[in-house]
């Protein structure tokens, strides 16, 4: 018999048998009033827990929808925009800024490290600029930007939005757009809220809502905020037919994430993420982003001497666990695995055996459970 498959990628993650059973219930229509009152309780979960003082979108899309619904109703052609990249999805906002005729600037990062907040108000001052993007985690490095410290210093400029990249970060890493100074929000149903592919969500500040007022029409018609702010705010109202089981699937992920409560939430993160990390080192691995800025989300481990790309990811497919590859220089020298959402210490401790038996299949001399060992070690010192 075959090894269960655990999905340990960087999204989509492993999805819970009663969000799994959401949907899968009878579809109805969209303006079924039952329908209409779980999509606006969602909506309204979504601001709330996430301290949105102006409206959150949930739409049938992907999060590269959202990064594009994010500009466009901040920006026209012609407007100044600043990115803050610390990687490969950072750096997405460049080809995006480029299509729609935007002024760039760009401050990167070293792969594995991130920009500072002192270094975005050296830019500031230097430049006037209509908005900011930060990607707060990208999975390329797994690397977590300081989106409180950077909100502080945009918000230092009245005339400048400050959008941020949540795809894998909200609800597994801390985010609140009140304290952390934050117009624009987005994520995925996929990452760290433990749903399937499927839904783009958005949060946009009143900031925001007022700057979309100042703007001429966008030509997009699908990622207008006025084709779908209607809806957001009466949810039996129509533009384009909802993902029925899809919002049923998200405001189950949302309940649960009600029910643990978002501080234990990040808590289990962090700990899950620590024992993760002390398990990757203690079996050869180093990880590439520095210390002092990693994520909770995902780690990025470099591979020791020996080991091959493309035979450790096999092997351990064979052993029942899919882990992604690099990104970009780091293609082919390190995997990319994930450690948010709803996965528990159960999954977590079953990768890291199966990461073992790939070590000791394709390592000579390795020795057998150093990880595990680590992993449970860093668990139980609390």
């Known amino acids: 018999m075959k090894n269960r498959k655990l999905l340990m990628i960087p999204g989509p993650t492993p999805v819970l048998r009663e969000i799994q059973d959401e949907m899968g219930r009878e579809t109805v229509a969209f303006g079924d009033s039952h329908f209409v009152a779980d999509f606006q309780q969602l909506i309204d979960d979504l601001k709330e827990l996430w301290s949105c003082d102006g409206m959150a979108f949930v739409v049938a899309a992907s999060g590269t929808f959202a990064m594009e619904m994010a500009v466009v109703n901040n920006l026209k ?34 792969w594995g490290k991130v920009v500072s907040p002192e270094e975005v108000q050296a830019q500031l001052e230097n430049r006037e600029y209509d908005a900011v993007t930060v990607t707060h985690v990208d999975t390329s490095t797994g690397a977590v930007a300081p ?31 009140t304290k952390d100074h934050i117009d624009v929000l987005f994520s995925g149903s996929q990452k760290a809220f433990g749903v399937a592919p499927g839904l783009a969500l958005l949060w946009a500040g009143k900031k925001s809502l007022a700057r979309r007022e100042t703007l001429p029409d966008v030509i997009e018609y699908y990622a207008d905020y006025k084709k779908w702010a209607p809806v957001m705010d009466d949810t039996k109202k129509y533009f384009a037919t909802p993902a029925v ?9 949302v309940d649960i994430i009600k029910a643990e409560g978002l501080e234990n939430r990040y808590e289990r993160h962090k700990r899950n993420a620590q024992a ?91 020795e057998l459970g150093k990880g595990i060992t680590a992993f449970l070690k860093s668990l139980c010192t609390e």
């Open 77 to 110: 052609q012609g407007d100044r925009l600043l990115i803050v990249s610390n990687g490969f999805f950072g750096d997405r906002f460049i080809e995006i800024a480029k299509k729609k005729g935007y002024e760039f600037d760009v401050i990167s990062a070293p």
């Open 147 to 177: 989106i409180r410290e950077i909100g502080k210093v945009v918000n230092k400029y009245p005339d400048t939005l400050y959008i941020v990249d949540g795809v894998c970060s909200v609800a597994g890493e801390p985010v609140d757009m």
């Open 245 to 253: 089981n899809m919002t049923w699937a998200m405001k189950k992920s």
């Open 276 to 366: 993760m990390r002390a398990a990757l080192e203690a079996m050869g691995f180093t990880l590439l982003a520095d210390p002092s800025c990693r994520a909770v989300t995902l780690s990025n481990p470099i591979y020791p001497k020996g080991v091959e790309d493309l035979a450790f990811r096999s092997e351990l497919e064979r052993q029942g666990v899919q882990v992604a590859g690099g990104l970009g220089a780091y293609a082919g020298k390190m995997f990319r695995i994930g450690h948010m959402g709803n996965v528990d210490e159960h999954e977590l401790a079953a990768t890291v055996c199966a990461i073992e038996k790939t070590m000791h299949k394709l390592l000579p001399g390795y």
